[in-house]
């Protein structure tokens, strides 16, 4: 319920911060000294990524209020299109650790 307090218009910011923050993670997952440091960035990783994927939804209908199925298709897509660049990004490298540093540079693209 905080959007009924802050309104809508903070969705905006918040979209910024957490693909900052998700690019933070990204970077820390890039340089963990140990396993227990990677697990750590990947659970930040992926509570900043489901949060941030919820802000966009919730913009969804702000856009286009008449066309929400199609406005949501195309971020979807957006979904889609980053799963697959991980992939690449991943295949392409030969080591893992440049692989992440070059996807902590997707979000701050993004941002």
């Known amino acids: 319920m905080l959007n009924l307090r ?7 910011p918040l979209i910024l911060l957490l693909l900052l923050a998700e690019s933070a993670a990204l970077a820390g997952l890039a340089h963990a000294p140990s396993a227990a440091a990677a697990i750590g960035a990947l659970v930040a990783l992926g509570l ?13 209908p702000e856009v286009r209020p008449d066309a929400v199925g199609s406005v949501s298709g195309i971020v979807a897509a957006g979904g889609s299109f980053g ?13 893992w650790s440049a692989a992440w540093q070059w996807l902590a540079l997707a979000p701050l693209s993004i941002a």
């Open 6 to 12: 802050l309104g809508s218009h903070t969705r905006i």
């Open 48 to 60: 900043f990524v489901q949060m941030a994927n919820g802000a966009v939804y919730a913009v969804v």
């Open 83 to 95: 799963g697959l660049m991980l992939t690449y990004v991943l295949g392409s490298q030969g080591d």
